[in-house]
């Protein structure tokens, strides 16, 4: 089945020490976003990638970066994580368009001591 | 500005207590509307899309509907297994989702 698929599905990080996640997709969509969801909140977009072209969030921290290394494969970096980036990371894509329908993997959740 | 208000905020019902979750917005330009569910601990699964008013679409027990305001997505005879928050979303311009707040349903046996 096509799908988006996160790695790992829970990740444990100290204070400080940077952290990749990663997402890959089977259904050769042109976009890919990362979103944060805190506890009881919406999930809150990062960045996008529409292919190669990167789209920052006005409002996403420096702390965190992006790369798509090709059409199938995302990374979330940060940097250095604060108690206050625990949460759970959203890979999702797209096919093309801005109506298109965006489908989201499981999520990693991430927990900082 | 762009809007998506959802309610109720939280719904519990009877094993086969048909109810209705209502998601309302305001939005230059309708682009689409999403449904998604979310289980705890997992990522938000994609439901329907509906793009114009008077468009139904249905999923075993779930309807969604849009008028030119709002969206109802209806839930006919529930088992405790549609038991998940529902979350609403627009596409924006900017390939951004907006999205609401969520109806957390709870299906008691």
């Known amino acids: 089945d096509a799908m988006v698929i996160q790695n790992p599905r829970y990740q444990v990080t100290q204070f400080g020490k940077p952290v990749t996640l990663s997402c890959s997709q089977t259904?050769?969509?042109?976009?890919m976003y990362w979103y944060q969801q805190k506890s009881s909140q919406a999930p809150k977009l990062l960045f996008h990638?529409?292919?190669?072209?990167?789209?920052n969030e006005a409002d996403t921290p420096d702390n965190f970066q992006s790369r798509r290394p090709n059409t199938s494969f995302c990374f979330l970096d940060i940097r250095s994580p604060g108690l206050g980036d625990a949460a759970m990371y959203l890979c999702?894509?797209?096919?093309?368009?801005?109506?298109?329908?965006?489908?989201f993997g499981p999520g990693t959740r991430l927990t900082v001591t | 500005e762009d809007q998506v208000t959802q309610s109720p905020e939280a719904l519990r019902l009877q094993e086969g207590e048909s109810s209705s979750l209502n998601c309302s917005y305001t939005?230059?330009?309708?682009?689409?509307l999403f449904w998604y569910r979310q289980d705890p601990g997992k990522g938000p699964e994609f439901l329907f899309t509906?793009?114009?008013a008077g468009e139904e679409k249905e999923k075993e027990r779930l309807k969604a509907t849009l008028t030119k305001k709002e969206s109802f997505l209806h839930i006919t005879a529930p088992k405790p297994e549609d038991s998940a928050t529902y979350l609403c979303?627009?596409?924006?311009?900017?390939?951004?989702?907006?999205f609401g707040a969520g109806t957390t349903v709870t299906v008691r046996a």
């Open positions: 939005v230059s330009g309708l682009r689409g």
């Open positions: 990638y529409y292919d190669k072209d990167f789209n």
């Open positions: 979303a627009l596409p924006m311009d900017d390939y951004k989702l907006s």
């Open positions: 259904l050769n969509h042109n976009v």
């Open positions: 509906l793009y114009s």
């Open positions: 999702a894509t797209s096919r093309d368009s801005r109506r298109d329908e965006q489908y």
